[in-house]
């Protein structure tokens, strides 16, 4: 576990290694204020309330979930395109996100300039 002292209410696919692991332990600021509703520059606007930020911070949003994002349309269960025009639309296409972003990017770079 990420926080020995807590037990998570969820897990999204939790495949880490050990050294990962350790490394994210080393992050301090850990918000637990629910699901993000809006980031702005100077803050994130959060289910339960405002955390201030600044234009220097890097936002890491932990709390979707995947199933908002995978590669088919929920409405109708149809498979949506990864390539649409000149644009390449980012989406878990497998459960596991740094599995999807690892295909995303290989499309990106095994086709640039193509399109």
Request: net charge negative; proline share 4%.
């Amino acid at each position: 576990r990420l926080d020995t002292t807590r037990w998570p209410a969820v897990f999204h696919g939790a495949y880490v290694s050990a050294e990962e692991l350790q490394q994210m332990r080393r992050v301090q600021s850990i918000i637990r204020m629910g699901h993000v509703e809006e980031v702005t520059v100077s803050a994130l606007k959060l289910e339960g309330g405002d955390f201030p930020t600044g234009p220097d911070t890097l936002h890491i949003d932990c709390t979707d979930s995947w199933e908002r994002h995978c590669s088919w349309d929920r409405q109708s269960s149809k498979p949506m395109p990864v390539w649409e025009g000149q644009t390449i639309r980012l989406q878990h296409i497998v459960e596991v996100a740094s599995l999807s972003s690892g295909f995303n990017l290989e499309l990106e770079a095994a086709f640039v300039g193509m399109l």
